[in-house]
């Protein structure tokens, strides 16, 4: 059985960084892709950033070139990253790492296309 285990995150002052991990574990088939969402109280949850098996990654657009996702891929060990710089009080959210075992063609960043869900991490940025 697949599990994502998250872990990182918690509370920091505008400005500030934070990083993410998601530990994936139970794999028995390929995976194509994973992601990082987000969901704020009262607000849909929203894609952050995705990250195929080759490396190709893709970002929303409110978080370019402040948040960077990556991988480790090593044998037995599949971890998923979410470095958070330059933090706003508009990034607070519960943060969710999710994958996919389903090969779309690209990276997708739609909630729907992702099949296994981490068990969320709290991030709050104060001003």
């Known amino acids: 059985q697949v599990q994502l285990e998250q872990s990182g995150g918690g509370s920091v002052e505008a400005g500030g960084s934070l990083r993410l991990s998601c530990a994936a574990s139970?794999?028995?088939?390929?995976?194509?892709?994973m992601g990082w969402f987000r969901q704020a109280p009262g607000r849909e949850r929203e894609p952050v950033a995705g990250i195929d098996e080759s490396g190709t990654s893709t970002y929303a657009n409110s978080v370019k070139g402040r948040f960077t996702i990556s991988q480790d891929n090593a044998k037995n060990k599949n971890t998923l990253y979410l470095q958070m710089n330059v933090l706003k009080p508009e990034d607070s959210a519960m943060y969710y790492c999710a994958a996919s075992s389903i090969d779309y063609g690209g990276v997708p960043l739609r909630a729907e296309q992702y099949n296994y869900w981490g068990q969320g991490t709290q991030v709050t940025v104060s001003s």
């Open positions: 139970g794999w028995t088939h390929t995976r194509y892709c």
